[in-house]
């Protein structure tokens, strides 16, 4: 069983930057595929940025060259850094976490409007 918790999201103005946070429980977090995806109102859930154990990345095409995801195997934590960011940016967040199934976090609402 893997819990995730996530951390950072609030409100910002076009152009800012934030930065969101997943810890995971577990003892092999270094060996988890980590994920952030987001879901916009009225939208499917989709995938932002994932990461793999090894530190192998994939970016979601609207958000190359702005948002970074990265992580932190000693802190069982996921990053999301996400720079210029654009009214259409808003959504809930999601953590993932891909081990024997995938595991999600509860979210964290992300609000981009000036």
């Known amino acids: 069983q893997v819990q995730l918790v996530e951390s950072g999201g609030g409100l910002v103005q076009p152009g800012e930057s934030m930065r969101l946070s997943c810890e995971a429980s577990?003892?092999?977090?270094?060996?988890?595929?980590m994920g952030w995806y987001r879901q916009a109102p009225g939208k499917q859930r989709e995938p932002v940025a994932t990461?793999?154990?090894?530190?192998?990345?994939n970016y979601k095409d609207s958000v190359k060259g702005r948002f970074t995801i990265f992580r932190d195997n000693a802190k069982n934590t996921v990053y999301l850094q996400m720079n210029s960011l654009k009214p259409e940016d808003t959504a809930v967040y999601y953590c993932?976490?891909?081990?024997?199934?995938?595991?999600w976090g509860q979210g964290t609402q992300v609000f981009v409007s000036s």
């Open positions: 577990g003892r092999f977090f270094s060996m988890y595929v």
């Open positions: 990461i793999t154990g090894g530190g192998s990345t």
């Open positions: 993932n976490a891909m081990w024997d199934r995938n595991y």
